[in-house]
């Protein structure tokens, strides 16, 4: 069975600072793990997602993921976030047998 | 434009009826995906299909039912053995497990 846990349900930040939203994933099998974020009412788009090579990952908006396997965690990270990245973001796992997982989701507001 | 189409938008239905919800796409995909969302339960896998006439059972299948007869089409039925259907429900699609999904804009049921 694969898991995501993403630990913190709400965090607010001042713009232009940095943040953290942080995701550890649990799967037997090897896994290709994703960020989406979605605005109110809206469907998921994608941030960024890593399935091999680097272990950084660079995605659209300034967004970036670290991999590290041996602690599996995938936190997503912006050096300076704007007013307008005030969204929901999901961290998800994908493995082998097509079951994609999501956790719970971080809600992100950004306070002028 | 390509994409993943749901409708409606917006649905309404008494207690104890059935109703199906709408996906399409014309992203030739193999795979497809239906998530219901809750304030705080991030998406949870109603049932996924990796290929056309198949389709697999995901975290949270009771009262739901689903069909993939033709790639671009995976409707999803709420039947009334659903305990509590009103939710956000989005469908998404992918071309295979190891790359991207693509979400809808979503349909929120509402059963009064």
């Known amino acids: 069975a694969q898991s995501v846990t993403q630990l913190d349900s709400q965090v607010p930040v001042f713009e232009e600072a940095p943040v953290e939203l942080r995701c550890n994933y649990s799967?037997?099998?090897?896994?290709?793990l994703f960020w989406y974020v979605q605005y109110p009412n809206q469907g998921l788009q994608l941030l960024l997602k890593?399935?091999?090579?680097?272990?950084l990952v660079k995605g659209i908006n300034g967004f970036e993921a670290e991999f590290n396997k041996s602690q599996t965690s995938f936190h997503l990270r912006k050096p300076s976030v704007h007013i307008s990245d005030t969204a929901e973001y999901f961290c998800?796992?994908?493995?082998?047998?097509?079951?994609?997982?999501f956790g719970k989701g971080t809600l992100l507001t950004v306070n002028p | 434009d390509g994409g993943i189409t749901q409708s409606p938008k917006y649905l309404f239905r008494k207690e104890g009826q059935n109703v199906t919800l709408s996906c399409e796409q014309n992203l030739n995909h193999d795979a497809m995906y239906w998530y219901r969302q809750d304030p705080g339960q991030g998406l949870r896998l109603i049932y996924y299909?990796?290929?056309?006439?198949?389709?697999q059972k995901g975290d949270i299948a009771e009262g739901y039912s689903v069909s993939r007869e033709k790639k671009e089409s995976f409707p999803l039925t709420v039947t009334s053995a659903q305990k509590n259907p009103t939710a956000f429900y989005l469908c998404a699609s992918s071309r295979a497990w190891n790359t991207e999904a693509f979400f809808g804009q979503g349909t929120r049921l509402t059963v009064v």
């Open positions: 799967s037997s099998v090897s896994v290709y």
């Open positions: 890593y399935l091999s090579g680097s272990t």
């Open positions: 998800a796992v994908s493995s082998s047998n097509y079951k994609l997982t």
């Open positions: 299909s990796q290929i056309v006439n198949d389709f």
